[in-house]
């Protein structure tokens, strides 16, 4: 399925998902973004801080629109999956409507403001959406953008009509996501964590703002009308039913297009914590060598002693390990009583002809290779080794494993562990290589609405070495 996908579909599917473990209204305009500094380097591609996205002529922006009545899950579906595709390094950018909204009209005015009969709402809510449009245009005019999300309810298919035809007439391909939940329990618990902690119900009264909350969706549904595989054929969409149980795809063209559709696919909203944490210190941790394959110190068999025994009192349900295939990673596991799976794909970085040496001896031995990273560190690559940009896609598998998972330790090392963190912290590539992962503390990450609450732990007595190396004010120096 996904191989013909990444091609093209045109035949509608439907299937399974895969098994998861006020102030008077005012003519909007919002400022357009500052344009993202950029260069061109010598091999031709733009540097943005981010990553290097290889301009090719036959690269096409993308939008992606999201369709369904409010609270459907729109927003967090946006926003997660511009969170990966940039980690991926595709540049992408959410333009929400309802911000829009709250910018021009400082105090919220109730669900009438959603009713569709109300002429002047609707005229204001028509302006801020192509306000939205237009700073979206205007993304991709002065950014390395790839994909833009426009986030709006979309329920009606003149309004998906007239937002195809602008994205036609500038050449940007689309592909509509929509979101169909009728789940009851899975509405109100949506609207009760999230909806009503919005600004708009800032200073209402919980009951009161969930009463307005539905009225504002039974507005909408007067006029909702789904995507549909007859009416709406010669669309590209996913359609998204009950929080993932369904999939329906209709035309899915091209590699970023597939992209998404697996991610979302493999994405759930089941409680679940992911826990990282580096293995106990090594043999060479203590002498400062990066790389190779060192077995475990006193110290860090105490970590792993100290980190099962606090894993067993902790009784996480259904936890599973993730180790590399490194020893030291294996060591570290041998305490803690749950299934083990050994990645390959989460071996540390290769330090390629720098394995094995320290900081200083590669300073010497490679000086214009040691302040060549220290200028890029995120794209330089070791000689016969990897760059993190190459263990991000070495990495990718894991993310998307991780996210159809429930609760996850993964035992890895420095270089992983930051990759792993920019995912679900949503990091840049600027900050991904000197994120700080210190030994022997167990990171704790727990979804929540729109990203990921972290909290560090640190686990026994013993005070490991730091393997921390920051950013340098003056490239090459230790």
């Known amino acids: 399925l996904y191989s013909d996908m990444s091609s093209s579909s045109d035949f509608p599917m439907s299937i399974g998902r895969p098994t998861p473990t006020s102030s008077a209204p005012t003519t909007p305009r919002m400022d357009s973004p500052p344009p993202t500094t950029a260069r061109m380097t010598a091999r031709g591609s733009i540097d943005t801080g981010r990553r290097k996205v290889i301009r090719d002529v036959s690269d096409q922006y993308l939008v992606l629109i999201l369709v369904g009545l409010p609270a459907r899950g729109k927003t967090y579906i946006g926003r997660k999956l511009t969170r990966y595709l940039n980690w991926i390094g595709v540049p992408t950018k959410v333009f929400n409507v309802g911000d829009y909204r709250r910018h021009f009209v400082k105090d ?23 306000a939205a449009l237009g700073d979206m ?32 007439k500038r050449g940007y391909k689309t592909l509509f996501c929509e979101s169909v939940c009728d789940d009851e329990k899975l509405l109100l618990a949506n609207i009760e964590e999230v909806k009503i902690r919005s600004p708009d119900y800032k200073s209402m009264d919980k009951d009161k703002a969930v009463a307005d909350f539905f009225r504002r969706i039974n507005h909408y549904k007067s006029r909702y009308e789904q995507l549909d595989v007859v009416l709406d054929k010669q669309l590209s969409f996913i359609k998204i039913i009950d929080v993932g149980e369904q999939f329906h795809l209709n035309r899915v063209h091209g590699h970023i297009q597939s992209k998404i559709v697996y991610y979302l696919m493999n994405t759930h909203v089941a409680p679940r914590t992911i826990y990282l944490t580096r293995h106990g210190e090594s043999t060479l941790n203590v002498v400062g060598k990066i790389g190779g394959d060192g077995d475990l110190t006193d110290n860090g068999y105490e970590f792993a002693e100290e980190l099962g025994n606090y894993l067993s009192v902790q ?26 799976l050994q990645w390959k794909c989460l071996n540390e970085i290769d330090a390629g002809v720098c394995e094995g040496l320290t900081y200083a001896e590669i300073a010497e031995k490679y000086p214009q290779e040691f302040a060549n990273r220290d200028e890029d560190k995120f794209h330089y690559r070791y000689p016969l080794g990897e760059s993190y940009e190459d263990l991000v896609a070495r990495l990718e598998p894991v993310i998307v494993e991780l996210e159809r998972q429930v609760n996850v330790l993964v035992i890895c090392h420095q270089a992983v562990m930051r990759c792993l963190m920019a995912y679900f ?16 503390t167990l990171v704790k990450l727990t979804p929540i609405a729109y990203g990921c609450r972290r909290e560090d732990i640190k686990i026994g007595r013993v005070n490991p070495v730091d393997t921390h190396r920051g950013k340098p004010s003056v490239s090459g120096q230790i």
């Open 108 to 130: 919220y005015q109730g669900d009438n403001f959603f009713d569709p009969n109300n002429e002047d709402a609707m005229r204001v809510r028509e302006e801020c959406a192509q």
């Open 137 to 168: 245009e205007r993304w991709f005019q002065t950014s390395d953008g790839i994909v833009a999300v426009f986030d709006a309810t979309n329920t009606t298919r003149h309004r998906r009509t007239d937002i195809q035809e602008f994205a036609e």
């Open 425 to 440: 912290l949503d990091n840049s590539s600027d900050e991904l290589p000197y994120l700080v992962c210190p030994l022997h």
């Open 315 to 340: 009784k996480i349900h259904g936890l599973t390990v993730w180790t590399s295939q490194l020893k030291r990673t294996v060591q570290t596991a041998s305490n803690i009583n749950s299934p083990i």
